[in-house]
T-cell receptor, first 110, second 116 residues
Framework: GQNIDQPTEMTATEGAIVQINCTYQTSGFNGLFWYQQHAGEAPTFLSY????GLEEKGRFSSFLSRSKGYSYLLLKELQMKDSASYLCAVRQTGGFKTIFGAGTRLFVKA | DTEVTQTPKHLVMGMTNKKSLKCEQHMGHRAMYWYKQKAKKPPELMFV???????INESVPSRFSPECPNSSLLNLHLHALQPEDSALYLC???????????????FGNGTRLTVT
């Protein structure tokens, strides 16, 4: 079967660091993506990992361990505008099919 | 602003109506997608077109009929829908191949569909 698991909700304080975890079991793997989705808006691309290790992009970093089927998204120096849903997504072998996790709703409080 | 444009933003239709959702992108992407998203749920893949040909149909009921007239346009024709088809319909596009191996999906803002 195919499964992508993320926590449903997280709350963090402005200026802090938060880590959103994702575990996956999918038939075939060709990269893991993180997307941000504000309420009522389209998902927007944040990061991509296909090899093990850490990818850093400004305040956002993403980590992948393929052997463990595990990824996390790290958000630093949280801002109120970071309050959104964060979707973990796995692209399957073949290139066109991307499966999304249910998303983690992050609430950033002052 | 998103580079993938979807129209209309909102659509209310009866179960006997026929309507179409439209999507347009000018990024030169040759893969285009339809996703369906219910509230507080992840996007679910419906269809994929690559080079204007249907590559993936995720066993979607025939009341949804996709069309890709050219490399920039993607339509979704709707007929005899059910109330449970009410959802946000997202169009996305991507490169077929990216030098970085990346090829993320670029989503439009979606059409919020209500079937009465």
């Amino acid at each position: 079967g195919q499964n992508i698991d993320q926590p449903t909700e997280m709350t963090a304080t402005e200026g802090a660091i938060v880590q959103i975890n994702c575990t996956y079991q999918t038939s075939g793997f060709n990269g893991l993506f993180w997307y941000q989705q504000h309420a009522g808006e389209a998902p927007t691309f944040l990061s991509y990992n296909v090899l093990d290790g850490l990818e850093e992009k400004g305040r956002f970093s993403s980590f992948l361990s393929r052997s463990k089927g595990y990824s996390y998204l790290l958000l630093k120096e949280l801002q109120m505008k970071d309050s959104a849903s964060y979707l973990c997504a796995v692209r399957q072998t073949g290139g066109f099919k991307t499966i999304f996790g249910a998303g983690t709703r992050l609430f950033v409080k002052a | 602003d998103t580079e993938v444009t979807q129209t209309p933003k909102h659509l209310v239709m009866g179960m006997t109506n026929k309507k179409s959702l439209k999507c347009e992108q000018h990024m030169g992407h040759r893969a285009m997608y339809w996703y369906k998203q219910k509230a507080k749920k992840p996007p679910e893949l419906m269809f994929v077109y690559s080079y204007e040909k249907l590559s993936i149909n995720e066993s979607v009921p025939s009341r949804f009929s996709p069309e890709c007239p050219n490399s920039s346009l993607l339509n979704l024709h709707l007929h005899a829908l059910q109330p449970e088809d009410s959802a946000l319909y997202l169009c996305a596009s991507s490169q077929i191949w990216d030098p970085d191996g990346n090829s993320p999906l670029h989503f439009g803002n979606g059409t919020r569909l209500t079937v009465t």
